[in-house]
């Protein structure tokens, strides 16, 4: 059920049965010189959509800018600040709550809102005001993606290009695939860490024209399996989110000594 495009009464219906909603969020921001600056919230809203469409459960329209001020060297990259980021999502999480639901399932794309969405969930949790958790797609299916792709790249890399082959191949640029990997990067967390410490911040840092990986190994078939394969995963985290009673999920009493 996408909200935007049911009435009130509709809604009203839904409430009255159900009470999990499915959030997704993404980013407006770089992905190098193939992939539209919206495919983190674009990946996140197709699985979502897929997802409660096979299980009958509330979606909200996508949240499409998040933290991204690491990509802020290159154009077109959007981002809000991460309190703001944070007080925007419990903002709209509470309303939620003021309609009749006490679960959220975060449909996450982007790596940036990953803590602060943890936050988020914190907050309503530690009040008993909603049990919420963040889900990201990609690390729901870690070994097919690992069998799939011998240079992942965890930003703008074969896995992300392969989703969009599969969701809106017209908007790939795939006369620059080549240019993507030899532009970018392979990303290795440890050639970054100096003596224990990690001293980059932002990706520009890493890599020059801002993505990670092999890009000239997606395909849109490989980008099928993967989003049947996280939708299997995101639709069975829903069930389990759903089935137990909200008590279960939220413990508000303390323990007898």
Known sequence: MYLPHRTWPDLSAY?????LAVVPLGSTEQ????LPEGTDYMIAEALAREATGRTGHLCTPPVPIGVSSHHRHFHGTMWVEPPVFRDYVESLS????????????????????????????????????????????D????????????????????????????????????????????????????????????VF?????NSPNGVFGDQTDATPEIGERLFEAAVDQLVALLEWVDEPPFEDLVTTTRPTP
């Open 31 to 34: 992905h190098g010189p193939h």
């Open 139 to 198: 690390e729901s299916i870690p070994e097919l993606i690992e069998e799939v792709f011998e240079t992942p790249g965890p930003h703008g890399g074969p896995k992300e290009t392969a989703m969009i082959m599969h969701l809106a191949s017209d908007l790939v640029r795939e006369n620059r695939l080549e240019d993507a990997r030899d532009g970018g990067a392979v990303f290795d967390y440890d050639a970054e860490r100096v003596h224990g410490a990690t």
């Open 201 to 205: 911040y932002d990706t520009i840092e």
């Open 15 to 19: 409430v009255e049965e159900e009470s």
């Open 94 to 137: 509470r309303n939620l709550t003021r309609h009749g639901i006490d679960r959220i399932v975060y449909v996450n794309a982007h790596g940036g809102n990953v803590v602060h969405l943890r936050e988020v969930g914190r907050r309503l949790h530690e009040d008993g005001t909603a049990f919420a958790v963040e889900w990201m797609w």
